[in-house]
């Protein structure tokens, strides 16, 4: 049987040509699966109206090839059931760039691919061959074999994505309860901290009494030298500025920057936090913003313990209807190119290593309404990340 399908045999390479431009910077599997899944399910569409659905109106495909007008009419009606059938295999193009990388998926895709590759080749196998033999019927099986394996093959697909987000938001949900801990070690630490300065300045008020009744300059020049003079500086320690995260109402934040903020402690970093109150950020899954505010912090303190003078500030604030966070180090370079950072395996820090700013591109990706600003000078780096509301 011969018919026209209405897409030449060069069709699959103008479609890969055009995802290759489309993403450069895409796996060879994605690239693969961008050209052929539009191409197969359009294949599908069309196969399974022409071969099951029209024979039945007394429409062969004969006629279709005959008649401009009917196939016109016949490919304006594959339109509305090619977007119903993507809604009904439920594949989230954007989700399939943050699991591009993963091997395992990266597996699934390639048998996703041979199917897809398997099927366009049968396709055109079977109108060419019908040129010279009657394959009627070996169309319909080819066609029935295709719904079945494409059908498989998205299921795949989109098992492992299911299972593949699940077990990040167990790992982050471990990750929060971690941290949980930390900051309640933290806000412990704090809390004895206090109550000792408290019962060292009793202990020093009584004896700075005694001193003053006795009229002893030197005693009392000696307990403000020796104990009053630092205690000003005592109350500033740096972990107290851990007492400012209380204010943040996210609670999987709060326990990540308090983690984050204690680990920078330990390095010998001089840190800043400043929160403002009533900062909220219901506009964004928990999980992507925990992921970007993690590996901000991580590049920070990676960055700034080989500057100088290692400093971090975290600041949280509303900018007009916008929740902002900023994450800012001092860095050893009196500035550091931005632009090639996003770039996925480029990093200062060594060949590899430069996967962070890569996967918050990727998130950032599926959000229309949050954008992350980045600069470098004065051996400053900052990065702002900014949540606008969603519109109702």
Known sequence: MSYNVGLSFMTPFYLLFYAYFYGKERTTNMLAFYAFYPLVLYLLIFNGYAYFLMPGFGITSDFLNKSYLYFIFFDLLIIPTFVALSKLLNIDFKYLRVLERD??????????????????????????ASRFFNLYYAGHIITLIGYIAILYAVYSVNRYADEYFENERRKENRRHLDDLEKYSEQVESLYETLRSFRHDYTNVMISLNEAIQMKDIDQIKMIYDSVLKDSASDLKQQKFDLAKLTRVTNMPLKSLLSSKVAEAFDKGIQCHVEVEEGVFFTDMRPLDLITIISILCDNAIEATVLADKPKLSIAIFKMENQSVIVVENSTKEASIDVAPLKQRGFSTKGTGRGLGLANIEEILFRYDNVTLETESAQHRFVQLLSITPKEN
């Open 103 to 128: 091997r395992k998926f990266g597996r699934i895709m390639f048998f996703t691919n041979f199917v897809l590759i398997a099927y366009v080749i049968m396709n055109y196998s079977v109108v060419v």
